[in-house]
T-cell receptor
């Protein structure tokens, strides 16, 4: 069974630009969660989508948004990039949601210059 | 607010040693606890999941225990190998991760 995939794996953007990251969950998983990982803050929850609806949301500004498609694939968008948005962005999928066992993708390394 | 702490932040041991990684959490109302491994710059690999009603789980050389009443979990690694070198994170569901213990196993 294929694992969680994320594209692209690496991105370099300039401050003020916007970026879209993609996550394809394990087949059959309907929940996709997004996390930001930085050396200082560790792993922080961004939001969770289940059946195309945002079900849980972390404490991030509105510049961070997401969506989920009918095939459970999810995208995360960050607008007006700031230097502090440089991080490893991880997505995780599960059958039922954030209370269930999480399976992570390899991540997208975003560098904002 | 749930907080998860992992001590020590870093650990270096000689090959072959048995070791224990610690994870503590402040709110015992958890659904389950999951241990992950992360190699540098990579995603997280799930190692063990302990349901809130369970006390321990085992997989190969790994054994994880859970004591909800004391807010603690331990990950025991037997006969450590250089390939075990990675950062180990614990997470309580929903949604809260520790910052991890960086393990180095020296050949």
């Amino acid at each position: 069974k294929a694992g969680v995939t994320q594209t692209p794996r690496y991105l370099i953007k300039t401050r003020g630009q916007q970026v879209t990251l993609s996550c394809s969950p394990i087949s059959g998983h309907r929940s996709v969660s997004w996390y930001q990982q930085t050396p200082g803050q560790g792993l922080q929850f961004l939001f969770e989508y289940f059946s195309e609806t945002q079900r849980n949301k972390g404490n991030f500004p509105g510049r961070f948004s997401g969506r989920q498609f009918s095939n459970s694939r999810s995208e995360m968008n960050v607008s007006t990039l700031e230097l502090g948005d440089s991080a490893l962005y991880l997505c995780a999928s599960s059958f039922t949601g954030v209370w269930d066992e999480q399976y992570f993708g390899p991540g997208t390394r975003l560098t904002v210059t | 607010k749930q907080e998860v702490t992992q001590i020590p932040a870093a650990l270096s041991v000689p090959e072959g040693e048995n070791l224990v990684l610690n994870c503590s959490f402040t709110d015992s109302a958890i659904y389950n606890l999951q241990w992950f491994r992360q190699d540098p710059g990579k995603g997280l690999t799930s190692l063990l999941l302990i349901q809130s009603s369970q006390r321990e789980q085992t997989s190969g050389r790994l054994n994880a225990s859970l004591d909800k009443s004391s807010g603690r979990s331990t990950l025991y690694i037997a006969a450590s190998q250089p390939g075990d070198s990675a950062t180990y994170l614990c997470a309580v569901t929903p949604l809260v991760f520790g910052k991890g213990t960086r393990l180095s196993v020296i050949a």
